[in-house]
């Protein structure tokens, strides 16, 4: 495989993304992330819109520095944590609070 140019991220490998979906729920990611990934849970942020890059999201999962516990490659494979992210990045961004007329009256 070729090494990314500097400046460059490197590529998550291939994810699927209904896997992903029932893995984000076997590993307990729900708990603290919400079911839909929007975050509010025990502890853990939204990822749903706004997931990291794969270096950084896969070296994060795997020595968080936060209250997270670490996922090893025998609890969560490469190729199970690939699906998890292909599943975060499908989730669409939610809508500008400017563009919600609800949330915009004065």
């Not at 190729?79 to 961004?93: H, K, S, T, V």
Request: glycine letters at 10%; charged letters at 20%; hydrophobic letters at 35%.
């Amino acid at each position: 495989s070729e090494m990314p140019l500097r400046g460059q991220t490197a590529q998550a490998p291939p994810g699927n993304v209904e896997t992903g979906k029932k893995l984000f729920v076997e590993r307990a990611c729900w708990q603290c992330h919400g079911r839909a990934a929007q975050g509010g849970g025990i502890a853990g942020p939204r990822l749903a819109g706004r997931v990291a890059p794969w270096p950084a999201f896969s070296r994060y999962v795997r020595r968080p520095t936060e209250e997270m516990i670490p996922y090893s490659p025998k609890m969560l494979s490469d190729g199970e944590l690939a699906d998890i992210y292909a599943w975060l990045r499908a989730i669409p961004a939610p809508p500008a609070v400017s563009s919600i007329p609800e949330l915009n009256r004065k």
